[in-house]
C-alpha cells in the first residue's frame, strides 16, 4: 500500500523567493487525494541524515502564504555536498520514512545530489520519484533560460548601483562594487540595468567569463577617470587571471578557503579592499571607495521581482504535477517563450547535474568591460514591475561677475 508521503528540503544560499518554491510544493501537494503527509528536512540534506524532519501538512495555508513572500530559507539550509556515502545515509533515511516523492530546491551541487539519490533508489528497486527544483542567484544552472533567485538578486543589483552612481556624481571619484558570482557574471552584468543616462556607472563591468589583467584594469580606470571624472565599477568576486587563478587570492596575503577548498571569495571584502588599494598607489587618485555587496543581495527584503515570485512558486507547484502525474525523475526547467512569457520543462537530471552555465558571449561587450543590448533585453523583464528611476536637474548657468 503507498505511503503518500513526500519529503522537500531547501539546499544551497538562501534567496528572496525560494520559500515561493516551498508553499509551491506543500500547497500542490495537498491538493492530491494521495498525498498524505508532506515532510519537510531542515538544514537541508543534513536534516535528512539526522532525522530532523517536521510535518508540512499541519501547517495552514494562510501561514504557508506569509512564509513563502518571506526572503531566506524557512527550513534552513546546508552547504554539506554529498558524495556516495552520503548521499547512501539520505537514501536510508527516505526508506525508513516510507518517503515517495524527494523535493530538493538548489543548485547545482543540490541536482546532483538528487540525481546520486536517483539512482540509488532505482539500484534498490525501491519507488521513489526524485525532483530537482531551480533555484540560484547565480543564474548558472544548465538548460533554464533564468533561475528562480537570480532576479531578484538582479534586482537588487541594479537598484544598488544606479543609487552608488547618483553617489558618485554628487562627490565624484572611483567606486568599486564588488557582486557574487564565482563562474558566472549573470549578477554582475545586472549592475549595468541601473544606468539610465550615456555617462551613468557602472562604466566598468569585470566578469569572470573574461581574463581579468590588473594592467588593463588600472587602464581602463584611469581611461575613464579622466573622460568623466569618476569611474564607477562592478566587480564579479570570481574575476582570475590567465591561468585560472582568482584575482583574490593574488592580491591577498592570506587566502581563506571554505570547506570545499574554493577560495573563500563571498563574506569578505577583500577584492574591494584590494583594488581600491592598487587604484590609490598606482594611479594617485585620492577618493576610491569600495564595496562587498555579500550576502546582501540574496535576501533583501522589500526589493524582490513579483516575476521573480511568481516563477519560484509555478517551479514548486510544477514539480509536484511532473512527479504525480510523470513517469520519470528530473529537474524543472524555465523556457522562456514569446517575448516574455515561460513554459515549464522536465529536464533529465543528468544534463543539469554538475553542471555550469556562464553568460553567452553574445551578452558581453567586445571590450569585455560592458555588457550587451542582448543581455539588457534578456533581464530587464525579469526584474519586474515598478524599477525606480533616476532623473536630473537642467541647470540654467548664470553668469559669473566676478571672473576668477
Known amino acids: 500500500m503507498a505511503s503518500g508521503k513526500i519529503l522537500v528540503a531547501q539546499g544551497g544560499g538562501p534567496t528572496a523567493v525560494i520559500n515561493q518554491s516551498l508553499a509551491g510544493v506543500v500547497l500542490e501537494a495537498r491538493r492530491f487525494r ?46 554539506d555536498k554529498p558524495d556516495l556515502a552520503y548521499c547512501a545515509e539520505i537514501f536510508k533515511v527516505l526508506r525508513a520514512h516510507d518517503i515517495e516523492q524527494f523535493y530538493y530546491i538548489g543548485g547545482n551541487d543540490s541536482s546532483d545530489t538528487v540525481r546520486i539519490v536517483s539512482e540509488q533508489a532505482q539500484a534498490a528497486n525501491y519507488a521513489l520519484r526524485c525532483i530537482h527544483i531551480p533555484k540560484t542567484i547565480d543564474n548558472d544552472l ?19 548601483f544606479a543609487g552608488a552612481n547618483l553617489d558618485n556624481a554628487a562627490l565624484p571619484g572611483v567606486y568599486v562594487g564588488v557582486v557574487m558570482g564565482r563562474h558566472a557574471g549573470f549578477l554582475t552584468a545586472a549592475s549595468a540595468l541601473g544606468k539610465k543616462f550615456h555617462d551613468d556607472g557602472p562604466h566598468l563591468i569585470y566578469l569572470p567569463e573574461r581574463v581579468f589583467s590588473l594592467a588593463q584594469f588600472l587602464a581602463d580606470v584611469k581611461a575613464t577617470y579622466e573622460r568623466y571624472g569618476r569611474c564607477v565599477i562592478a566587480v564579479s568576486e570570481g ?69 521573480d515570485q511568481r516563477e519560484a512558486r509555478e517551479v514548486g507547484e510544477k514539480a509536484v504535477q511532473f512527479a504525480m502525474w510523470g513517469e520519470r525523475d528530473g529537474s524543472v526547467a524555465i523556457k522562456r517563450t514569446g517575448f516574455y512569457s515561460v513554459d515549464y520543462e522536465l529536464l533529465p537530471l543528468s544534463a543539469v547535474a554538475g553542471k555550469t552555465r556562464v553568460m553567452e558571449d553574445e551578452f558581453i561587450s567586445a571590450s569585455g568591460t560592458d555588457v550587451t543590448d542582448a543581455f539588457r533585453m534578456y533581464l530587464r523583464p525579469l526584474l519586474g514591475a515598478g524599477m525606480p528611476d533616476a532623473f536630473r536637474l537642467r541647470p540654467a548657468p548664470v553668469e559669473k ?4
Open 34 to 79: 494521495d498525498c498524505r503527509r508532506v515532510y519537510g528536512a531542515m538544514h537541508g540534506v543534513r536534516g535528512i541524515v539526522n532525522e530532523d524532519l517536521v510535518d508540512l501538512t499541519r501547517e495552514t495555508s494562510h501561514n504557508l502564504e506569509l512564509v513563502a513572500a518571506t526572503p531566506s530559507s524557512a527550513l534552513g539550509s546546508t552547504r
Open 142 to 160: 544548465v538548460g533554464s533560460d533564468h533561475t528562480p533567485g537570480f532576479p531578484s538578486a538582479a534586482r537588487f543589483v541594479a537598484q544598488a
Open 239 to 307: 574575476i582570475h587571471d590567465e591561468s585560472g587563478e582568482a584575482i583574490a587570492s593574488l592580491l591577498a596575503k592570506e587566502v581563506e578557503r571554505d570547506a570545499h577548498g574554493n577560495v573563500q571569495l563571498s563574506g569578505t571584502g577583500a577584492l574591494a579592499d584590494l583594488l581600491c588599494d592598487e587604484i590609490k598607489a598606482k594611479l594617485g587618485i585620492k577618493r576610491v571607495r569600495g564595496d562587498t555587496f555579500g550576502y546582501l543581495q540574496r535576501s533583501f527584503i522589500g526589493c524582490v521581482s513579483d516575476v
Open 401 to 404: 561677475i566676478l571672473k576668477r
